[in-house]
């Protein structure tokens, strides 16, 4: 295997706690979720980080990798653009799939939002290699993987959680990224005993490990990363690092920061002890290795993969019946997660729309849009058409509310591609009548 860059302790980069982090002794690197970063206007906090010497890695979240269909080549091109702008040693991704439907399927092209996992099943595998090298070969740095967080499981899987992870390391060389969190989240949700798990794994092909917390609501683990760390996520991680010394350990935190400034440095700290404590002399390392050069993946692969995925996210986002052999109260779970996930995103991205609705209206209100209408192109376009459905449907009865959010909806959407459409049309005329009124 080849070396691994030398990271230290980190935390995940949020605008939110920005300043903390600025101030936190003892970081030596960051981690920003690549979606939200413009190359050309990287955020004051990061440059300054980096002129200290603070490493910082783009982590992506929507390239969907255990997808049916090849990764997005635009998508691709904005990660390495992210990498060389940070000057980042290597970028990562997640093992999941995050759209389906379209063309293979003949269905709709629906997008969950959030993470879903990929079936561990040879015709995923083979699907998630071949995207992986697509990927590897448009990236300027090398490439890590991250095994995600699951509320259930999918029927007929053929390989353990470790047994997949080692052959995609096998077939591609790719380096790992794991998320001891998301391996507490998978014994309680599935049973998985994170041990087995860590046994299987080709540990020397780590480049980091993530730590988060989360909670648990009806017997089911919630990865939220909007609490803290429990014990035996520290847990996993000394059991960890028993075994390999991790290049790098960051700590994830999304939201609901805690107004004790000096909780984060506290858990970022103790990260280091419990790898500290944990820690073994370091082994030589192993040879490099020449991944495995498969054939490429017949189309027939691809279409199972779409097929199964579409189905999946279909009952998951867009009301229809679960596929055969899923546990229904678990996809229930998740499908209310979705909705939560996007309530909350959008929220994020259009802070306008709860500013304007009010916090509770807009949440009550999004909720019951989100649930009858699945996303299909992004956030972005989520949240205009979230305020084009209240403006249409008349579901904003405040006429200074209205104006403002007719006001809102006409500057974001701009003159084209939608001011040919009728429902355009409609509410130029509506905010003209508000005008007069």
């Known amino acids: ?36 970063l413009c190359p050309g206007h990287l955020p004051d906090s990061l440059l300054r980080l ?91 740095v090398p490439l890590a993987v991250e095994n995600i967080a699951a509320l259930f499981g999918w ?29 507490y989240t998978n014994y309680v949700n599935r049973g998985e005993d994170p041990a087995e798990a860590l046994d299987e794994l080709p540990v020397e092909s780590i ?39 991790p290049p790098g350990v960051l700590l994830e935190r999304d939201e609901n920061f805690p107004y004790d400034e000096t909780a984060l440095e506290r858990e970022v700290a103790k990260i280091r002890e419990t790898v500290a404590a944990a820690a073994t002399p370091a082994a030589p390392s192993a040879a490099p290795s020449t991944p495995l050069r498969d054939k490429p993946v017949k189309e ?42 996007r309530a909350d995103v959008v929220a994020k991205v259009a802070p306008e729309l ?4 009010g916090r509770s209206a807009y949440r009550t209100a999004f909720l019951e849009y989100a649930r009858r209408r699945p996303m299909t192109d992004g956030y972005r376009r989520d949240a205009l058409d979230f305020a084009e459905s209240l403006l249409i449907g008349q579901r904003v009865d405040e006429p200074f509310a209205r104006k403002r959010l007719t006001d809102w909806w006409l500057d974001r959407s701009g003159p084209s591609p939608l001011a040919g459409r009728p429902m355009a049309r409609a509410l130029r005329a509506a905010r003209f009548a508000l005008r007069r009124g």
């Open 1 to 36: 295997m080849q070396q691994h860059t030398r990271l230290g302790t980190g935390i995940g980069w949020r605008p939110e706690i920005a300043d903390i982090i600025e101030a936190m002794p003892g970081i030596d690197w960051v981690e920003a979720v690549a979606e939200n």
């Open 50 to 140: 980096r002129e200290r010497g603070v490493t910082v890695v783009p982590h992506g979240v929507s390239l969907g990798l255990g997808g049916a269909e090849r990764p997005d080549e635009h998508r691709l091109a904005d990660l390495a653009a992210r990498a060389q702008a940070l000057g980042s040693p290597l970028v990562t991704e997640h093992i999941a799939f995050v759209r389906a439907g379209g063309e293979r399927t003949a269905s709709p092209l629906l997008e969950a939002g959030h993470l879903l996992p990929v079936a561990r099943t040879r015709d995923a595998l083979d699907v998630l290699c071949e995207n992986v090298r697509i990927a590897q070969d448009a990236l300027p």
């Open 354 to 357: 709860p500013e304007i609705l």
């Open 207 to 245: 480049a980091y490990v993530h730590v988060a917390g989360g909670f648990k609501r009806d017997g089911v683990w919630h990865d939220s990363h909007a609490h803290p760390v429990p014990p035996p996520v520290f847990g996993i991680l000394a059991d960890l690092a028993s075994r390999v010394t």
């Open 300 to 341: 027939s692969v691809r279409e199972r993969v779409a097929l199964a995925q579409a189905a999946l996210l279909s009952s998951l986002v867009a009301g229809a019946p679960a596929p055969e052999g899923f546990d229904d109260a678990r996809l229930a779970v998740q499908s209310q997660a979705l909705v939560a996930k």
């Open 155 to 183: 029927p007929g899987e053929e390989m353990t959680e470790g047994q997949f992870l080692y052959e995609l390391v096998e077939r591609t060389g790719v380096r790992l990224l794991i998320d001891v969190a998301n391996l």
